[in-house]
């Protein structure tokens, strides 16, 4: 029977953490014997050794069959890992299997594998988010932008960008002057002298804006009409979000690469690269009062196989799927760094705003070292995440070793692969 601390536990974390609880579909299937005693003898073996194992009994046309499991488990690929990883049992491999019968007291909370990845190279950092987790995988060498994982309620969304700080609220855009943006006719066929290569360089294709048809800002204004749009969008304190509150983001406020050609420009013409990027730098131009030259002179090459690109601020939606609307631009000329260029340009904030992050690191804690929070903790146990409860109750509950855990989410290391863990009450 579980204990009266051990619901009250159980019943902190579903309300804090987890939400309503989910229904367990996996256990992990070690043995099928024919004979009670072995069954139980090999189920006290495996809890003497830290796995959660119980029998289950079924009878068909040719007697009994006891069946030795182990552990509870929110998804497949947690069962999967799991069994994985354990040894064979007299002859017989470890394998997932549908949930049944699996007594209450067994894993009173079901690890779900979130995510798994192999890691190299690159630096990966954990960040609280409103309403769930954060990861930031990044390759440093080349220096590249980086790889955002966000997790809330189980579900997985990903983008690309140097930095992302969620917002609170998006603020209401401001309507740009009206303009003309060049498009070039691509039915015709541009003189020699009017097709310039393909950006070798970081000023590559400038745009002409008298022939545009648009005005272009003069420099001198340039200042007035950034703070003007940082008025306008009433002040940073007032939509950044709270890293630790519950509820999902409203927005996104992003530091990342916008490509100067095409997404299909590996099998582009210089023609419809050329005409392509005039038309974004334009947009950009307009939308930051800036001239397209001064747009044009701030893109640079990522290196490798990668088109010439801008590093624009964006104002983005949850997804980060849409373009965004761009409030400032980032110079690449001025330093690079993890988190992208030291320098914004008309933008309403002189630099990208910090957002707590803690780097993993891939030493494996010392064996008595504790991770987790108030009402569960995980330790290190042979290859596996060992979690307990308040009340004392223990078990090893995934694989690998836990590197990082703020008491809700486990990030793990198994020699090749990075885990990551929540847990769902039984």
């Not at 309503?20 to 256990?27: N, V």
């Not at 309620?153 to 009206?178: I, K, N, S």
């Not at 002040?235 to 509820?247: N, S, T, Y």
């Not at 993993?360 to 307990?388: C, H, K, N």
Request: aromatic share 6%.
């Amino acid at each position: 029977m579980v204990s009266a601390l051990r619901r009250a536990v159980i019943a902190c974390v579903a309300a804090a953490s987890l939400g309503a609880a989910l229904a367990i579909s996996y256990t992990v299937q070690v043995i099928a014997v024919s004979d009670q005693a072995s069954a139980l003898s090999i189920s006290r073996d495996l809890l003497r050794d830290g796995y959660p194992a119980y029998v289950v009994r079924s009878t068909g046309a040719q007697g009994d069959v006891f069946r030795v499991r182990v552990g509870a488990f929110a998804n497949r690929g947690a069962a999967l890992r799991y069994a994985e990883s354990m040894p064979e049992v007299g002859g017989s491999r470890p394998v997932p299997a549908l949930a049944e019968a699996i007594p209450q007291g067994i894993m009173p909370l079901a690890p779900r594998l979130l995510w798994q990845q192999s890691w190299d190279a690159q630096e990966v950092r954990v960040s609280p988010w409103p309403g769930g987790l954060a990861l930031r995988i990044q390759s440093v060498d080349p220096l590249r932008q980086a790889l955002y994982l966000v997790f809330q309620d189980g579900v997985e969304r990903r983008f690309e960008a140097w930095a992302a700080v969620p917002l609170a609220v998006l603020p209401e855009p401001t309507q740009p002057p009206e303009f003309d943006v060049p498009i070039v006719d691509l039915t015709v066929a541009p003189d020699d002298d009017e097709v310039g290569e393909p950006a070798d360089d970081a000023a590559a294709a400038p745009v002409d804006d008298g022939a545009a048809g648009a005005e272009p800002v003069a420099s001198a204004d340039v200042a007035a009409a950034a703070e003007e749009a940082a008025e306008a969008m009433g002040g940073l304190g007032e939509w950044l979000a709270d890293p630790h509150q519950d509820e999902g983001e409203a927005g996104l406020l992003l530091l990342r690469d916008r490509w100067l050609w095409p997404p299909s420009w590996d099998d582009d013409s210089d023609e419809v690269r050329v005409a392509f990027r005039a038309s974004l730098v334009a947009i950009v131009s307009r939308e930051l009062a800036l001239t397209d030259e001064a747009v044009d002179a701030l893109s640079y090459l990522p290196g490798g196989a990668l088109p010439p690109a801008l590093v624009v601020l964006d104002l983005a939606d949850p997804s980060a799927r849409d373009a965004g609307r761009v409030v400032g631009l980032g110079d690449p000329a001025a330093g690079m760094r993890t988190l992208g260029p030291e320098t914004l340009i008309a933008a309403p904030l002189e630099e990208m705003p910090s957002w707590p992050a803690e780097r993993v690191r891939r030493e494996a804690p010392s064996t008595d070292q504790v991770l987790g929070g108030s009402t569960w903790t995980v330790t290190a146990d042979g290859g596996f995440v060992r979690i307990t409860l308040a009340d004392g109750a223990t078990w090893r509950a995934g694989v690998g070793t836990p590197l990082w855990s703020d008491g809700r989410f486990v990030l793990a290391w198994d020699g090749e692969k990075l885990l990551l863990y929540d847990f769902v009450v039984r």
